[in-house]
Structures are given as structure tokens and as C-alpha cells.
């Protein structure tokens, strides 16, 4: 009897999940087909009902730790795009953050900039975007950044939170994200 369409999608979201956390510890070049299956506890067979390439699973596995993001989620209707934006900020550039809550792909993906992969590269870079233009349409909304603004702003909290994962203190985590929270602040309008 064929598993319902209801076991099909929660298998797949199990595969997205732990894929997304096996490809932060290992990045894409370190895991296997069938060390994600086995992580999941399922075939090697039952990949290929989900996904035709560890490529393909990547870029979905990267959508969906995007989707679970604070940024990915509607903004309160009792806060301003300000007070969401720094509630963002304040989160990403957080010590929570950089022990794993909520994890941005970007940050912990940051190994994977330089695959040799192009669908995992492009998966990289559409998250990436999506993350600009969503920063971008609170920003504008309240004050006068261009473009320019938002990449440095992002690619700083990027990098910082990658960075801050190596950092071998909590004091020195901190004043690493105490100093980006001020500078993104400052060019986010002052947030």
C-alpha cells in the first residue's frame, strides 16, 4: 500500500531538517547521499522519491531553513518596520543565533560560498538576495538606505555570525556582535 501524500510531506520535511544540520557540521562537499539518508534513518532508495540530486536537496534544504527564519516570518501588526527590524537585528546578532537557534543558512552555510556546485552556489546566492530585498523593504519604509547600504549590513551579520561560531569565549562572541548590532544599527536608520 503507497504511503498518503500527509507521510510523504512530513518524511520530506524530516529529510530537509536534518540535511540543512548535517550540511552546516560537514558543508556540501563533506556529506553523501547516504549519509544524509542514514541520518535520517531511511534508504538510500527513498531519496530519489523526494529529490533527483544532493544538489536539488541543498537548495531545498536551504529554502527551508530560510523559511524558518524571524525574517521569513509576517512582522507583528503591533510593531513598526523599525521596531521589526531591530527585533531582527537584535536576534540574528545574538549569542542564541550563534549557538543554533533559529539558524540562518547563510551564516552556518558560510563554508559553501565556494562550491563547485552551480545549483548549490545559486541556491546560495537566490537566499542570500531574498534576504537583501526583505531588509530592504523595512528599511525603506522609515528611511533613505539604497542598496549599497543593505548588502554591507547583511554581508556584515553574515560574517559575523559565521565568525563568532570559531571565537573561543562568550566575551569575545559579544563584543564581536555588540560592535555589528551598533554599525548595522547606524546604517539601518539608527535602530
Known amino acids: ?50 529529490f533527483a540530486s544532493k544538489a536539488e536537496l541543498y537548495r531545498e534544504a536551504l529554502k527551508f531553513a530560510a523559511n524558518n527564519t524571524k525574517l521569513a516570518n509576517p512582522k507583528p501588526d503591533e510593531l513598526s518596520n523599525k521596531e521589526w527590524l531591530q527585533l531582527l537585528l537584535n536576534r540574528y546578532l545574538s549569542i542564541e543565533h550563534v549557538k543554533g537557534k533559529h539558524s540562518c543558512p547563510l551564516a552556518f552555510l558560510a563554508t559553501d560560498i565556494n562550491i563547485k556546485n552551480k545549483e548549490a552556489n545559486k541556491a546560495y546566492a537566490n537566499t542570500y538576495d531574498n534576504m537583501n530585498t526583505a531588509i530592504m ?41 555588540a560592535s555589528c548590532r551598533r554599525e548595522a544599527g547606524i546604517k539601518l536608520g539608527g535602530i
Not at 540535511?19 to 538510500?44: A, E, P, Q, W, Y
Open 137 to 177: 523593504q523595512y528599511a525603506q519604509s522609515y528611511t533613505d538606505c539604497d542598496e549599497q547600504d543593505i548588502l554591507s549590513v547583511t554581508a556584515m551579520m553574515i560574517g559575523a555570525v559565521a565568525i563568532a561560531r570559531t571565537l573561543p569565549n562568550k566575551d569575545s562572541i559579544e563584543r564581536l556582535l
Open 1 to 50: 500500500m503507497p504511503y498518503s501524500k500527509a507521510h510523504k510531506n512530513k518524511t520530506r520535511e524530516k529529510i530537509l531538517e536534518r540535511s540543512f544540520r548535517l550540511f552546516v557540521i560537514k558543508g556540501f562537499d563533506g556529506v553523501t547521499i547516504d549519509d544524509l539518508m542514514n541520518n535520517c534513518g531511511l534508504t538510500r532508495g527513498g531519496f530519489y522519491a523526494h
